[in-house]
Nanobody, 123 residues
Framework: QLQFVETGGGLVQPGGSLRLSCAAS????????IGWFRQAPGKRREGVSC????????NFGDSVKGRFTISRDNAKNTVYLQMSELNVEDTARYYC????????????????WGQGTQVTVSS
């Protein structure tokens, strides 16, 4: 069955870095556009980044541009999110999701979701 497993989250100090992994099973990841979303308590889920079927990447919002980089390794059926210069506002649960369509920050376009991995930025 279609399944995502997100790993790489944890506790990190401000200014630190983390790399999140989204490993897919039960389907071929390169047939989908894959997005990363995050949700903090009391806030709406927001799009972070997305990589298209053709390999193009998009970061949603100025707050992550220049700090977050999305990539995919089709051989490993895995998508990554490299996060740098983390700050407390990046604290959230991070999810990967798949869509048959194009990259979008609107989560309604995504049909398949992982259970998420927690990222906490604190000193």
């Amino acid at each position: 069955q279609l399944q995502f497993v997100e790993t790489g989250g944890g506790l990190v100090q401000p200014g630190g870095s983390l790399r999140l992994s989204c490993a897919a099973s039960g389907f071929t990841l390169n047939s989908y556009a894959i997005g990363w979303f995050r949700q903090a308590p009391g806030k709406r889920r927001e799009g972070v980044s997305c990589i298209s079927i053709n390999g193009g990447s998009t970061n949603f919002g100025d707050s992550v541009k220049g700090r977050f980089t999305i990539s995919r390794d089709n051989a490993k059926n895995t998508v990554y999110l490299q996060m740098s210069e983390l700050n407390v506002e990046d604290t959230a649960r991070y999810y990967c999701a798949a869509t048959w369509m194009y990259c979008s920050g609107d989560d309604i376009l995504y049909s398949y979701w992982g259970q998420g991995t927690q990222v906490t930025v604190s000193s």
